[in-house]
C-alpha cells in the first residue's frame, strides 16, 4: 500500500511537472499572425491599402520575454512588411514571478528592432505605468519610436488616436478624439491598451486595437478563459469583434503577466488590411 501510495505521488509529481514545462513552452512559442481586411469606406483614392502590425502585452522579463526574444520575434514579423506597427501597451513587466527584471532603456532598445515604414506608434498600458512611466517615454522616443497619450499622429493616409491606459484612469477619450479631428480629414484607427475603452467613443472608427485580456493567457477547455480582465465579460474578450460599425481587434498578446504559463491562448499578433471596399 506505501509502494503504491510513492508510486501514485511521483506519478502526480511527474504529471504536474509536465503541465509547467507545456505551459512554459506554449508561453515560449513564436506568436501566430492572424491576418484580416478591413474595407473603409471613403479610403483615400490613389491610396494603396494600408497593413497595421497589431501586437501588446510584451511584458518584458524574464524567463520568457527577455529582450533577446523581443529582437527575435522583431525579426520575423519585419518579414511580414508591415507600413505601420502599434502597439496596444504593457511593453515591460515588474512581476513578482520574473527571474530578471530589465530597464526601461534596455525594453526600449529591443523594441527599436521593429522596422515599418510608417513607424512604431505605441499607447502605454497599466504595467508601463506601474514603473517609471515617463523614462519609458524618453527612451522609446530616443530610438524614434513614437508614444501617443490621448493624443493623435497622421500616418500616410491613415489618423491614429491613442488614449492612454483606461485600466489606471489615465483615458481620456474625449481629448484623444479632440485631437483626431485637428488632424482633418481621414480614414481613423484608435489603439488603447485595453478595449473597455470602445463603449466611450463618440463615433466609430475603421478599426480599434487592443490587448490587455490576454485572451485569458489560460483558457481551460469547456470552461473557457479564467479571466477576461473586462468589465464588460467576454465582450471584447478575444480576437476580431464586429462592434456597431466597426471593428475591434483584441491580441492576446507576446508576453505573459503574473506566471510565464500559456493553456490554450498562445502568443498572436494582428495584421490587418486597411483599404478600400473590395
Known sequence: MIRRLGLAALVAVLAGLLVLALGYSNARADPIVRKAYVPVAGWPEGEAPLRVLA?????????????????????????????????????????????????????????????????????????????????????????????????????????????????????????????????????AVVVSHTPDIVPDLPRAVSAVFAGHTHCGQISLPVIGPVSTMSRFGDRFACGMIRDGEQTVFVGAGLGTSLLPLRYGAPPDVWLVTLGPPE
Not at 515588474?94 to 534596455?106: F, G, H, P, V, W
Not at 522616443?141 to 513614437?146: P, R, Y
Open 55 to 187: 501586437l501588446s502585452d510584451v511584458h518584458v522579463a524574464g524567463p520568457d520575454m527577455p529582450p533577446s526574444r523581443v529582437e527575435h520575434i522583431a525579426r520575423q514579423l519585419n518579414a511580414l512588411s508591415p507600413d505601420l506597427i502599434l502597439v496596444a501597451g504593457d511593453l515591460i513587466s515588474e512581476k513578482r514571478t520574473a527571474t530578471k527584471l530589465y530597464s526601461e532603456e534596455e525594453v526600449a532598445a529591443s523594441f527599436a528592432a521593429f522596422e515599418a515604414r510608417f513607424g512604431v506608434v505605441v499607447a502605454p498600458g497599466n504595467h508601463d505605468h506601474w514603473v517609471d512611466l515617463d523614462a519609458m517615454v524618453t527612451a522609446l522616443e530616443g530610438h524614434g519610436i513614437t508614444v501617443l497619450r490621448n493624443a493623435a499622429a497622421r500616418r500616410g493616409p491613415l489618423l491614429i488616436g491613442a488614449v492612454d491606459d483606461d485600466f489606471t484612469g489615465h483615458d481620456d477619450v474625449p481629448a484623444t478624439f479632440a485631437a483626431l479631428e485637428a488632424l482633418g480629414a481621414g480614414p
